[in-house]
């Protein structure tokens, strides 16, 4: 039997249909509850809820039980930045940094822009646990960078403080000078702004100084910027500033070898910041008091804040507790 011949038009609308049909069929495979790579929104929402659940878990002081729940939701949904980050978080409480690190470069690839600032600063954290300001300062110059260029000057000052704070507590007193120079002359080219805030960062820069000068053991230098930073709050009447004086007050006298005035300012700081506390023991162990010293560091280790104020604070904590109180839980 001869086969009928298809005109080109006929033809022409078979393919068409052809065509029609397979991208049918594409459609329908990128639906849900079809087979593909990418995590669902149920596994993501499921990620989220084990992240938040560690969160809890991880503020009660049970750093096991969170970090097992921060795994999971990283199984669960390998690209959620939440479980990355968080899980290199308590890894790092945990001074387990290797593979805190791991977790937290997978964070910054995963971040979106405005999660990278944050990513990048967690990331300097945790080398400044083991007081590695080469690595720090990298991914602390990183957000910083980002942060001017966007011109959010205000924000690029903070991440300037926060390094020079790194460089402080790790004993480079010159580098520690330049970045808290570098981050109150960034927050001066904030436009329109105001006399508040120009105070707000001339006291920090006198704090800043009086810290630097305490270190050198310049001691009369230290007390004439921690007198001008007073003077500075007593004039602009910040309450939210003024309670950190007892800190600086008390982190001036401690380096300078007032151990009786560092204590009673210490005492009167923030009970609940780690390096508060540090600084207090410190002053203990220096006046022979090993007692309220190991108490002291002993309510660091409590603190489960992963900033650098406890990466300063908690491996010493560790540290000290086992030299004073050698055998003790």
Same mark, same amino acid.
């Given at each position: 039997m001869r086969a009928r011949a298809h005109s080109p038009d006929s033809s022409f609308a078979i393919l068409i249909l052809l065509i029609f049909a397979g991208l049918l069929i594409a459609q329908n495979k990128s639906q849900p509850?079809?087979?593909? &790579?990418?995590?669902?929104?149920?596994?993501?929402?499921? $990620?989220?809820?084990?992240?938040?659940?560690?969160?809890?878990?991880?503020?009660?002081?049970?750093?096991?039980? $969170?970090?097992?729940?921060?795994?999971?939701?990283?199984?669960?949904?390998?690209?959620?930045?939440?479980?990355?980050?968080?899980?290199?978080?308590a890894l790092d409480l945990e !001074?387990? =940094?290797?593979?805190?690190?791991?977790?937290?470069?997978?964070?910054?690839?995963?971040?979106? @822009? *405005?999660? &990278?600032?944050?990513?990048?600063?967690?990331?300097?954290?945790?080398? &400044?646990? @083991?007081?590695?300001?080469?690595? $720090?300062?990298? =991914?602390?110059?990183?957000?910083?960078?980002?942060?001017?260029?966007?011109? *959010?000057?205000?924000?690029?000052a903070g991440t300037a403080d926060e390094l020079a704070r790194i460089y402080l507590e790790s004993g480079d007193l010159d580098n520690a000078f330049q970045w808290y120079q570098t981050g109150h002359l960034t927050a001066l080219k904030k436009s329109n702004i105001s006399d508040a805030e120009k105070a707000l960062w001339n006291?920090?820069?006198? !704090? !800043?100084?009086?810290?630097?000068?305490?270190?050198?053991?310049?001691a009369d230098k230290a007390r004439q910027h921690l007198a001008a930073a007073k003077a500075m709050l007593?004039?602009?009447?910040?309450?939210?500033?003024?309670?950190? =004086?007892?800190?600086?007050?008390? =982190?001036?006298?401690?380096?300078?070898?007032?151990?009786?005035?560092?204590?009673?300012e210490l005492q009167k700081a923030n009970q609940k910041d780690p390096f508060v506390l540090s600084l207090l023991a410190q002053a203990y162990e220096k006046s022979g008091d090993k007692t309220q010293a190991v108490d002291c560091y002993r309510k660091v280790l409590a603190i489960n804040t992963h900033n650098p104020s406890n990466a300063f604070a908690r491996p010493l904590a560790k540290k000290k507790v086992t030299e004073l109180a050698p055998g003790a839980p």
């Amino acid at each position: 039997m001869r086969a009928r011949a298809h005109s080109p038009d006929s033809s022409f609308a078979i393919l068409i249909l052809l065509i029609f049909a397979g991208l049918l069929i594409a459609q329908n495979k990128s639906q849900p509850g079809s087979e593909v &790579t990418q995590p669902s929104q149920a596994k993501t929402a499921d $990620a989220a809820e084990l992240v938040k659940q560690g969160e809890k878990l991880n503020s009660e002081g049970k750093p096991d039980e $969170a970090i097992a729940l921060y795994e999971r939701a990283s199984q669960l949904d390998p690209n959620f930045y939440q479980a990355q980050l968080f899980l290199g978080v308590a890894l790092d409480l945990e !001074a387990r =940094y290797q593979e805190a690190r791991q977790h937290l470069a997978q964070a910054i690839d995963l971040a979106s @822009e *405005q999660q &990278t600032v944050q990513a990048l600063r967690v990331m300097a954290v945790s080398y &400044t646990f @083991e007081h590695n300001t080469d690595k $720090a300062s990298e =991914y602390e110059r990183r957000a910083f960078d980002l942060q001017y260029n966007w011109k *959010q000057y205000a924000d690029a000052a903070g991440t300037a403080d926060e390094l020079a704070r790194i460089y402080l507590e790790s004993g480079d007193l010159d580098n520690a000078f330049q970045w808290y120079q570098t981050g109150h002359l960034t927050a001066l080219k904030k436009s329109n702004i105001s006399d508040a805030e120009k105070a707000l960062w001339n006291f920090r820069w006198e !704090a !800043a100084m009086s810290r630097i000068t305490a270190r050198r053991g310049q001691a009369d230098k230290a007390r004439q910027h921690l007198a001008a930073a007073k003077a500075m709050l007593d004039r602009a009447g910040n309450p939210d500033q003024m309670q950190f =004086y007892p800190y600086l007050a008390g =982190y001036v006298a401690l380096y300078t070898g007032d151990l009786k005035t560092a204590i009673a300012e210490l005492q009167k700081a923030n009970q609940k910041d780690p390096f508060v506390l540090s600084l207090l023991a410190q002053a203990y162990e220096k006046s022979g008091d090993k007692t309220q010293a190991v108490d002291c560091y002993r309510k660091v280790l409590a603190i489960n804040t992963h900033n650098p104020s406890n990466a300063f604070a908690r491996p010493l904590a560790k540290k000290k507790v086992t030299e004073l109180a050698p055998g003790a839980p």
